[in-house]
């Protein structure tokens, strides 16, 4: 079974933060780095994130073991970079390159995440 993972830039320090998603009566997202089921500790291990920044894990690793997630810009062994989207129309993450194409984000550790959009824009222009 894949791991649920959630991951976002907290409104408070600007530091990501990996956990549970949820949403407070606001509709802010939260991220909770131990499960809210735990009523004490669910009010202090928390952070409201923005939520441009929140992105799911895609159940895989690159090369060096770090975990990937939405927003993410990655490159195969060939060099080309990508970001990595959810594809709704097919259940699935993809990457999409800044020509537009798609890359497929398989299982296959070749790949290494080299930055995100929301930290890293600059990676993804053209010279």
């Known amino acids: 079974m894949r791991e649920i993972l959630f991951r976002g830039k907290s409104v408070d320090n600007g530091k990501w933060i990996e956990g549970e998603l949820l949403h407070d009566m606001k509709n802010r997202p939260h991220i909770y780095w131990t499960t ?3 009523l004490p500790v669910f009010f202090s291990n928390n952070a409201i994130v923005i939520p441009e920044t929140v992105g799911q894990y895609t ?3 690159d090369k060096n073991s770090k975990k990937i997630f939405e927003g993410d810009i990655c490159k195969d062994s060939l060099g080309t970079l990508f970001v990595v989207e959810y594809d709704e129309d097919n259940a699935r993450f ?3 390159t800044t020509e537009n194409k798609l890359v497929y984000v398989g299982r296959e550790p070749r790949v290494e ?12 222009e053209v010279e």
């Open 36 to 38: 809210p089921k735990e």
């Open 59 to 61: 159940g895989l690793q």
């Open 94 to 96: 993809i990457g999409r």
């Open 113 to 124: 995440v080299i930055g995100n959009i929301y930290s890293n824009p600059g990676l993804l």
